[in-house]
Nanobody
Framework: QVQLVESGGGWVQAGGSLRVSCVASGLAFNRAAMGWFRQAPGKERAFVAA?????????PVANSVKGRFTISRDNAKNTVYLQMNNLTPEDTAVYYC?????????????????WGEGTQVTVSS
């Protein structure tokens, strides 16, 4: 059974930084593309960033966070990270970790097979 468990969310003032983590179990992690999505109140779930598995390449990032957010992974720890810098109130959302059975890092939520329960990030002005 695949499990994705996020951690590291919380409250931060605008301009601050947070790093959220996602530990995966039950899947061939090094082969899996991993992604981060977010959902703000009243809005649809949106792509944030993704990172390829070993059979592909690329780390696509949404334009809204480009230059501020960085995705990375540690295959030895089955963990994917999202480093978020220069946060703004518009970044307030529940952040979800997602994984897929292929290495190509899709931007589409429908192409991910596994999801975590999410971690809340709140940025105050």
């Amino acid at each position: 059974q695949v499990q994705l468990v996020e951690s590291g969310g919380g409250w931060v003032q605008a301009g601050g930084s947070l790093r959220v983590s996602c530990v995966a179990s039950g899947l061939a992690f090094n082969r899996a593309a991993m992604g981060w999505f977010r959902q703000a109140p009243g809005k649809e779930r949106a792509f944030v960033a993704a990172i390829s598995g070993i059979f592909s390449s690329g780390t696509p990032v949404a334009n809204s966070v480009k230059g501020r957010f960085t995705i990375s992974r540690d295959n030895a720890k089955n963990t994917v990270y999202l480093q978020m810098n220069n946060l703004t109130p518009e970044d307030t959302a529940v952040y979800y970790c997602a994984g897929r059975g292929e290495s190509w890092p899709s931007l589409k939520s429908t192409e991910y097979d596994y999801w975590g329960e999410g971690t809340q990030v709140t940025v105050s002005s």
